[in-house]
Nanobody, 119 residues
Framework: QVQLVESGGGLVQAGGSLRLSCAYS????????MGWFRQITGKEREFLGA????????HYEDSVKGRFTISRDNRKNTVYLQMNSLKPEDTAVYLC????????????WGQGTRVTVSS
């Protein structure tokens, strides 16, 4: 059974940075595409970006492109989300998710970690 556990959330001032981690267990990490999403209260879950199996490529939504970076360490079974130049509108619960490359949708989800950006 695959488990994803996010960590690293907290309170940060606008303009600051945070790095979120997502620890993966239960099957072969390097065989799954990993994505990051966020859930802002009252809004639909938003896809932020994803990283390929070996970390060679990542793509991002325009809302975070240039500010957020996704990376992964397949030796540690962990995916990261580095967030820079944070804005109050980035306040949300951040979730990681996993899917097989051939899947259209993400199958496995973490419970999320809350990020609050103060102005």
């Amino acid at each position: 059974q695959v488990q994803l556990v996010e960590s690293g959330g907290g309170l940060v001032q606008a303009g600051g940075s945070l790095r979120l981690s997502c620890a993966y267990s239960g099957r072969t990490f390097s065989r799954d595409v990993m994505g990051w999403f966020r859930q802002i209260t009252g809004k639909e879950r938003e896809f932020l970006g994803a990283i390929s199996l070996r970390g060679g490529s990542a793509h991002y939504e325009d809302s975070v492109k240039g500010r957020f970076t996704i990376s992964r360490d397949n030796r540690k079974n962990t995916v990261y989300l580095q967030m820079n130049s944070l804005k109050p509108e980035d306040t949300a619960v951040y979730l990681c998710a996993a899917k097989a490359p051939q899947s259209e949708s993400y199958e496995i989800w973490g419970q999320g970690t809350r990020v609050t950006v103060s102005s």
